[in-house]
């Protein structure tokens, strides 16, 4: 057989292989969907058809609405316990962010930080969600800062393991890949499946790290729904994203004029303690911020008694706050009741929630 031949043959044999992969990955895909149907509703809002959970009594107790971190969706708070303690006594939405769970993602749009706090603002009014606590986690703390600091809606802040800094970043460039055309869809309906197989174990260690991977987590993570073709591409395009978001988001953080609370694992491998959450709290005047000592990126599995002791505090503190009193805060720059030690440093705790 002559080079010319032999060359054609394996060109051959390799997009017959590619095929193969592209559509077995297709109908597996559909397969986990078939397994993981929506657990929510649907809204239709800007061309995005979004699916997010709505559960706890409609009553006139501050709403809270959770956003999750890159790779997940709305199923990891419900995982982590925090849909279920805090739905008894508010209403909790929480979204599968574009791209996400069983959310789509249009391709014509970047979806920044911003682009998605945009979009899911427009939908928290249509759901009648107003004046809100935002809890975010990772990759959510930037939707949720642009959401407060585009529109005055959100009554508060809390956010878990954030990324705040514009930094260089080497795993930017290893897993942005699969959100470009062409070569990271070849990659994506392919190969990058099965290699999602064989790296998730060692890849949820080293995000909870230092902490150990919950049993909970353990059992119930869809990790099928993260390595289909469409999340892989969503979870690409989040990371290319991260660094520009971040950029464009932190010369205003010190603008924010309302109670943020911020807390971290002092052990996070994924986004280091003291240039993010350290250097935003002494950014955002009043800003508190709770240290978890030991903890890693997961710190709404690993230390989710405290990351509810935050939220129903800062609830409650608005709670306690007239509503004149709190836009009288927000105007000069120092909210009504974040006076005092605003620091905290705590080790996780084993106290029922």
Known sequence: M???SLHART??????????????????????????????EFIEID??????????????????VLL???????????IAGLVEALAAE???????????GHST?????????????????????????????????????????????????????????????????MDVAVFSGPAFPVLGDLFRHTIAPALGWLMSGAVFRHVFAPSPVTPGFAARFPTGMALRPSQIRASAADTALMIPSAAALEPRYGDLRLPVTILAGTGDRIVDFG??????????????????????????????FEVLQAIREQVWNLAQTPLHLQASGERSGTHPFNKGPRTALVEPGTDKF
């Not at 061309?47 to 809270?64: E, F, S």
């Not at 999750?68 to 419900?78: E, K, L, T, W």
């Not at 508010?90 to 996400?100: A, E, N, Q, S």
């Not at 249009?106 to 939908?123: D, E, F, N, V």
């Open 2 to 4: 002559s080079p010319a």
């Open 11 to 40: 060109l051959l044999l390799a997009a017959i292989g590619l095929t193969a992969a592209a559509v077995a990955n297709h109908l597996v895909a559909r397969r986990t969907e078939r397994r993981h149907p929506p657990s929510g």
């Open 47 to 64: 061309g995005v058809r979004l699916h997010y959970l709505d559960h706890g009594p409609d009553n006139d107790a501050t709403p809270i």
């Open 68 to 78: 999750h971190g890159n790779g997940a969706s709305s199923d990891d708070f419900a």
């Open 90 to 100: 508010h209403r909790i939405v929480v979204f599968d962010r574009p791209g996400f």
């Open 105 to 169: 993602r249009p391709r014509a749009t970047a979806w920044t930080a911003s682009a998605q706090a945009a979009l899911l603002h427009g939908a928290l009014q249509q759901l009648g969600v107003h004046r809100p606590v935002l809890v975010g986690h990772s990759w959510g703390t930037l939707v949720a800062l642009a959401m407060a600091l585009d529109n005055p809606q959100p009554a508060g802040l809390v956010l878990v393991s954030g990324f705040y800094q514009p930094e260089p970043r």
């Open 275 to 304: 240039r993010h959450s350290r250097r935003l709290h002494a950014t955002i005047k009043g800003s508190r911020l709770i240290a978890i000592e030991g903890v890693g990126h997961m710190a709404h599995h690993n230390a989710t």
